[in-house]
C-alpha cells in the first residue's frame, strides 16, 4: 500500500475512533490489511499534524490539528475586534458598522463562527447587513457578535 492511502486510511481512522496510542492504531491499521513500523507510523503523525488532545471524560485521543485555518479564524477575529465600531438590531436584521474598508474581513469574520440564525450576510464599504432567520432571536445573534468582541 502507497503512502498516501496509508496517510489516508490513519486520517479516516482518527476522524471515526478515539485513539490514544500508536500501538493501537498500528492494531487497527493491521486489522485493515496494513503492516507499518512503529518509526512509519511516528512519522505519518507527525507529517498529518496528528496531536493528542484531552477529551471531556479526561482521556486523552489523536486528533488533527488545522492550525492554517485556526490561524486565518484567529486573525479574523482581531480584525474583527479592532473595526466593529458599533452594532444596531432593527427587527429581523443587524447592522453592523466598521471602519472603513473593513466591512468584508469583518463579514468573514462572522461567517467562520457559523452563527446560528444568520440567514444571509451582506457587506459594502464601512457597513454589513445581517439578515436574521424570520423566526429566530435577533438578540442572541447580537449577543454572539458582542461575545465575538469580549473574546
Do not use: W
Amino acid at each position: 500500500m502507497r503512502k498516501y492511502d496509508r496517510q489516508r486510511l490513519i486520517l479516516s481512522l482518527i476522524e471515526n475512533q478515539d485513539i490514544d496510542t500508536q500501538e493501537e492504531l498500528t492494531e487497527l491499521l493491521k486489522e485493515r490489511g496494513i503492516i507499518a513500523t512503529q518509526a512509519t507510523i511516528s512519522r505519518d503523525i507527525k507529517e498529518l499534524r496528528i496531536t493528542k488532545v484531552q477529551t471531556s471524560s479526561g482521556a486523552y485521543k489523536y486528533t488533527v490539528i488545522d492550525t492554517m485555518r485556526d490561524t486565518l479564524n484567529e486573525r479574523l477575529i482581531k480584525v474583527f475586534k479592532s473595526s466593529v465600531l458599533a452594532f444596531k438590531v432593527n427587527r429581523n436584521k443587524i447592522y453592523v458598522n466598521t471602519i472603513s474598508y473593513a466591512a468584508t474581513v469583518v463579514a468573514q469574520a462572522i461567517v467562520t463562527q457559523q452563527i446560528p440564525g444568520i440567514a444571509g450576510i451582506i457587506a459594502g464599504h464601512d457597513t454589513i447587513l445581517l439578515d436574521i432567520e424570520e423566526d429566530y432571536d435577533s438578540k442572541l445573534v447580537l449577543q454572539r457578535l458582542k461575545d465575538m468582541m469580549n473574546s
